[in-house]
RNA sequence: GGCCCCGUCGUCUAGCGGCCUAGGACUCUGGCUUCUCAAGCCAGCUACGAGGGUUCGAAUCCCUUCGGGGCUACCA
């Protein structure tokens, strides 16, 4: 009981990691972060029609980008290697024969099609689908004939009658009848082995003592415990289970693309913060206990624990992400905003990386940080300030080319013109006296003409300020050819 | 169909027999503030799936029912 927790990540990446899995990798690590015990991460790659390098790599990439690092996996090595499974063959194919030899597996030389066939009789029997024991005992003789007609074997896990019961630290004791957990295949007919082989013997082998999963795991349980009985484990040192909620979708069903952004990378990319997704994410099935919701990872591994996991299913909803993302921005300091924001405006090419285009985003980063969501519009509010050719938006320019309009502008142009000292606060003052004070017009009305003049838009950062950075001469010059537009 | 899991505001949740005429957050609506957009502040709408029990007392315990989901592969 006093053993060192060890949790483990073991996902099979056939595509990008979802918001799905990291919500998982996201408890398993902040649980193993907790009780100061050890994450562990393996790749299941059993099947590598599915799993390809390109997705292990990016899985590796994304986990390393939330900072979920791991203690023992890919990259850091550890005492029980390799963590991909297909560099396991060898362990897994031992295992089989062992328990071929103790009786506990056999040999199964159904094909895929027989037992399709009979599983169809069964769903048309009204019984139970699944393998019927055909190959159980077969006769040495039987066994040479099946071989004579060049069958492949697939190895199979002989289920015994009875039940199996786990504890599950979520939902409690769970319970399944052996007759709805027919026996399983191990290894395929080709050698290979399967997710129900390579999961329990490298768990048991690498010492896993917590395994927090996804609920569809659930059923698989028994199969697991099945395997770690074959392997001769002790009751007493089996894994202990919890198996997570689901993320869902929108309408109720498992998130998938169809409904919903659901790949990390996508909101890596839209820019979206790894601490805003991770806090998000863990009030997805957890919640701490009091009213607080805007949490650090490391609150997360402080107050994080099994007991307050919820046992129903929660609705991804992108709006609260959202609102999480703005706060997490608006904590940022100016040179941790400032990093994370260069990357997003070289890559949209509003800025090339130069000292001096770096130096007027960043003092550019103040005016606009409580008002953005995500770093990727960051681009479009700030490209006023680096455009070669500045053009006004088509849509806004109408506001500018009536006759009352005109009048602002150039009472703006020539206010502003002798302007010695150029700072928001003194062309606010300036402008203020005579285009509020003398010329009498709503501020609505008159500054947001020259906010079209000068930045293109009806929307946009503070005037003055956004002024001020843009600079005087560019300010008049926008602001003469907006008048002779 | 069978087996298993789940069921509090639109959404995420708090709640583990009396503190609940059910609290918080997001969304939404209205207002304040205001140079646009935001941010911020204030206010408001909206929930214990249903029916039976147990109990002095139930969102909290039990049963039934309805609803949702998962599994039922030589996927994981």
Sequence with gaps: MDKKVKVRFAPSPSGDLHVGNIRTALFDWAYARHTGGTFLFRIEDTDRSRVTDEYIAAAIDTLKWLGLTWDEGPEVGGANGPYLQSQRLDIYADWARKFIDQGDAYFCYCTPDELEARREAQRAANEAPGYDGKCRDLSPQEIKDYKEQGREAVVRMRMPAGETTFHDEIRGDVTFDHKFVPDFVLVRGDGSPLYTLAVAVDDVMMGVTHILRGEDLLS????????????????????????????????????????????????????????????????????????????TMKELTELFTIEKVNSSPARFDMKKLDAINGDKIRALTLDEFLAWTLPFMTNAGVISGSDQEIALVRSALPIIQERIVTLGEIPQMLKFLFVKKFQVEEESIPKINDGAAKEVLKRTLADLSPLQEWSHSEIEAVLRKSLIEEMGLKPRIAFGAVRIAVTGS??????????????????IERIESAISL
């Excluded at 009806?458 to 300010?475: N, Y």
Aim: neutral net charge; contains cysteine; hydrophobic residues 40%.
């Design 220 to 295: 698989s349980t028994p199969r697991q415990i099945r395997v770690y009985q074959a392997m001769g484990l002790a009751k007493a040192d089996y894994p202990l289970f919890a198996h997570l909620p689901f993320v869902m979708g929108q309408d109720n069903t498992k998130l998938s693309k169809r409904n919903g952004e659901v790949s990390i990378d996508w909101y890596r990319k839209a820019g979206y913060l790894p601490e805003a997704i991770c806090n998000y994410l863990a009030l997805l099935g957890w919640a701490p206990g009091d009213d607080r919701e805007n949490i």
């Design 458 to 475: 009806t929307i946009s950062p503070p005037l003055f300020e956004s002024m001020e950075l843009l600079g005087k001469t560019l300010c």
